[in-house]
C-alpha cells in the first residue's frame, strides 16, 4: 500500500500541472505574508544592514553565541 501511494506522489509531482499549481501556491503564500508587520521589519532590517552590513538576524546570533561563551568559561 505504501509504495503505491509513493508512486502516486512521485506521479504528481513529476507531472506538469503540478508546477503550475505549486506556482501558484508559492505566489499566494508570499502574498499573504506580506502585512504590515513583516513590512516593518523589513524595512527596519535593511536599515539596519546599511548602516552596520549586519542584518537583525545576524546580530541576535551573535549575541547568542557571544553570551554562550561567556557562560561557558564560567
Known amino acids: 500500500m505504501m509504495k503505491k501511494i509513493f508512486l502516486l506522489c ?10 503550475e499549481f505549486a506556482l501558484l ?3 499566494a503564500s508570499i502574498a ?3 502585512n504590515a508587520y513583516v ?3 523589513n524595512g527596519v532590517d535593511m ?3 546599511m548602516q ?3 542584518g537583525i ?6 549575541k547568542v553565541r557571544e553570551n554562550n ?3 561557558s568559561t564560567k
Not at 512521485?10 to 508546477?19: D, H, K, R
Open 57 to 62: 538576524k545576524r546580530h541576535i546570533y551573535d
Open 39 to 41: 513590512k516593518a521589519y
Open 52 to 54: 552596520t552590513e549586519k
Open 25 to 27: 501556491m508559492s505566489g
Open 47 to 49: 536599515l539596519t544592514i
Open 10 to 19: 512521485a506521479i504528481l509531482i513529476t507531472c506538469s500541472s503540478c508546477s
Open 69 to 71: 561563551k561567556t557562560k
Open 32 to 34: 499573504g505574508t506580506q
